[in-house]
């Protein structure tokens, strides 16, 4: 069952989000498990030594900040479409750029983190 939660998140996707919005990296990598995977861009980062220096350079390194735009709980699974902005070289992408960030839970902590730029598909 999908239900909307865009105004109720799990605590730990929204302190993922102000930690984010707030530029603060102990903060952000506090909501993630020691073995935690994140993948953007088709690129694995495994366990927090690799998930760090991901976020220090592309979320922190590049004043990443995060508008929900839609939230849905999955089964226990978390989507949350949101509207990037940061200091990012923004050729070529869109305005704004709205990204999908497919979020699984255990507890209080994330354990995935899959960021994709999805393309909407139109129907006829």
């Given at each position: 069952?999908?239900?909307?939660?865009?105004?109720?998140?799990?605590?730990?996707?929204a302190d993922h989000i102000a930690a984010c919005n707030a530029h603060d990296a102990e903060a952000w990598m506090a909501t993630f498990a020691p073995d935690a995977m994140l993948n953007d861009i088709q690129r694995e980062f495994i366990g927090t030594d690799a998930i760090r220096d991901f976020g220090d350079k592309e979320i922190f390194g590049d004043n990443v900040t995060m508008a929900v735009q839609r939230a849905w709980d999955r089964h226990g699974d978390v989507t949350v479409h949101a509207k990037l902005d940061g200091t990012y070289a923004k050729t070529g992408l869109p305005d704004p750029l709205i990204l999908s960030f497919y979020f699984s839970?255990?507890?209080?902590?994330?354990?995935?983190?899959?960021?994709?730029?999805?393309?909407t598909k139109v129907r006829s």
């Open positions: 069952m999908t239900t909307d939660i865009t105004h109720n998140l799990p605590k730990v996707v839970l255990r507890g209080d902590q994330i354990t995935q983190l899959i960021i994709v730029h999805n393309k």
